[in-house]
């Protein structure tokens, strides 16, 4: 895993075993706040060590930004921590997030010892959470999924999104016209940093063209699927629209891109049609 300090005890720590899933943590004289604990035992106990590299303080909080696994399997290995999240993502890992470890422990014997632990502090809307000089502001930024939040540290004006912005917006258990409401959003904040779900950092220069972009891209799939929708195309047909006439390189996320692209074609086919077909 690759550990980058992006600003005054504020660190990205960027996973090289699934898609480039990202993490972080904050050091404050008071201890640890974690955001996120990736999908696999091994790389929860590396990131633990990346931690205990630089600071000896105990980890206080874990933050998580959704309940999908990628960002909260690794949880059940920091018990000192009381978690934090929203109170949808608790219920979500109780149902869907119990239901598809079962289904993952069948196929991986990594995961063999993984168990789900609940957060123990839930909110809805926002909340703040204030150590040892840092300032954090918790608020709802779905879209990509309905219990998506992110983290913003006022001093240096650094977000963690979320799974909200990775090199390709991801559908997977949210809703378009939400996601693209929580893009403009970000327009509004004083973004100094932006650490994505997966990949890493993006700088502030660089985060409005990226906003643009994602909202531009989520606007041509919605156009295009409606459009083969009231044609009465079927989902082989829609499945054919090409990334790049959406306004995304097709390498822009290596060969996740086109599984992404494809699995946001389904679920709006599906939302238009109200169909079940995959
Ligand atoms: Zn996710």
């Known amino acids: ?3 980058d300090r992006i600003s005054e005890g504020v660190y990205a720590v960027i996973s090289d075993l699934y898609f480039e899933v990202t993490a972080g943590f904050i050091i404050t004289p008071e201890g640890v706040i974690l955001i996120d604990s990736f999908p696999f035992p091994s790389e929860a106990r590396e990131f633990k060590k990346a931690v205990l590299k630089e600071t000896s303080l105990p980890i206080r909080y874990l933050i998580l930004t959704h309940y999908h696994a990628d960002h909260s399997l690794g949880s059940y290995l920091f018990e000192e921590a009381e978690i934090i999240a929203h109170e949808k993502t608790r219920t979500l890992l109780r149902t869907e997030g ?54 913003f540290i006022e001093e240096g004006g650094i977000l963690f999104a979320g ?44 985060i409005p063209g990226v906003l643009d972009e994602n ?63 995959r």
């Not at 459009?227 to 996320?253: F, N, Q, T, Y």
């Open 163 to 206: 799974d909200l912005v990775m090199p390709i917006p991801y559908l997977a258990d949210g809703d378009v016209d939400t996601m693209i409401a929580s893009f403009e959003s970000l327009k509004e904040l004083n973004i100094e940093q932006l650490v994505q779900g997966h990949r890493g950092v993006l700088l502030r220069g660089e």
């Open 215 to 277: 909202i531009n891209y989520l606007k041509a799939i919605k156009a295009k699927v409606s459009k083969a929708v009231e044609e009465g195309l079927p989902l082989e047909k829609v499945l054919e629209i090409d990334v790049e006439d959406c306004g995304k390189s097709r390498i822009v996320m290596g060969n996740m891109t086109n599984y992404i692209h494809r699995a946001n074609l389904a679920a709006l086919y599906r939302a238009l049609t109200g169909s079940d077909a």
């Open 98 to 151: 119990a239901k598809r470890l079962a289904e993952a422990k069948r196929q991986n014997p990594d995961l063999e010892e993984a168990r789900i632990v609940l957060p123990h502090i839930t909110f809805s809307g926002e909340m703040y959470l204030y150590l040892g000089g840092k300032h954090l502001r918790l608020f709802e930024l779905p879209g990509h999924s309905p219990d998506s939040i992110a983290i």
């Open 1 to 3: 895993m690759l550990k």
